[in-house]
């Protein structure tokens, strides 16, 4: 039982190149979601997604797309990175009710 | 101004010291967390409350709903409770999709 898997662990982009941050959980759990993590920050939400074939925007969605492509699945895509977006990116799910978060360990993005 | 704030920022014990990290939020919740983020990056979740007392081990998560404040205890702390502690809070239904909005964080140091 692997929980939440997330790939890469690490990148390094140049300023306007594209990536998919890929998640998958095998715990059945119906809610996904993407977080980012900065110095002096609480975690921030991007988006996150109810159930299959749905999403929400979070606090920060701004340069970010996100895809649930099944009940395991959720990606975030960065179609034309900046700066900005250096951060570390975790993504999480839960079951329905009354259930804390599993996280995933984190994609740590650098772009320069 | 964050929603949630967690003091102190950084915590330094020696072995075997009660430690305490408060957390305090400014709005109605449905359940507040509490969840650690070892050295390496990885986040797990130790305690999901909305009253009352929890106990896990040497850990105790404590809320007061009226005072809108919560504390994590640690007991005899040892070197490996070393790691970043993270208050969140879930505002609305804990159903699928409801958002939590997290702390800062307490950064603590356990020393041999």
């Known amino acids: 039982n692997a929980g939440v898997t997330q790939t890469p662990k690490f990148q390094v982009l140049k300023t306007g190149q594209s990536m998919t941050l890929q998640c998958a959980q095998d715990?059945?759990?119906?809610?996904m979601y993407w977080y980012r993590q900065d110095p002096g920050m609480g975690l921030r939400l991007i988006y996150y997604?109810?159930?299959?074939?749905?999403?929400d925007k979070g606090e920060v969605p701004n340069g970010y797309n996100v895809s649930r492509l099944n009940k395991r699945e959720f990606s975030l895509r960065l179609e034309s990175a900046a700066p900005s977006q250096t951060s570390v990116y975790f993504c999480?799910?839960?079951?329905?009710?009354?259930?804390?978060?599993?996280f995933g360990n984190g994609t740590r993005l650098t772009v320069t | 101004k964050n929603e949630v704030e967690q003091s102190p920022q950084n915590l330094t014990a020696q072995e075997g010291e009660f430690i305490t990290i408060n957390c305090s939020y400014s709005v109605g919740i449905s359940a507040l967390h509490w969840l650690q983020q070892h050295p390496g990056g990885g986040i797990v979740s130790l305690f999901m409350l909305s009253s009352g007392k929890k106990k896990h081990g040497r850990l105790i998560a404590t809320i007061n709903i009226q005072e809108k404040h919560s504390s994590l205890h640690i007991t005899a702390s040892h070197p490996r409770d070393s790691a970043v502690y993270i208050c969140?809070?879930?505002?609305?239904?804990?159903?699928?999709?409801?958002?939590?909005?997290f702390g800062e964080g307490t950064q603590l140091t356990v020393n041999p």
């Open positions: 715990m059945n759990h119906n809610s």
């Open positions: 969140a809070v879930g505002v609305g239904g804990e159903t699928s999709g409801s958002r939590l909005t």
């Open positions: 997604s109810a159930s299959e074939g749905t999403t």
């Open positions: 999480a799910s839960r079951p329905p009710g009354y259930s804390p978060l599993h």
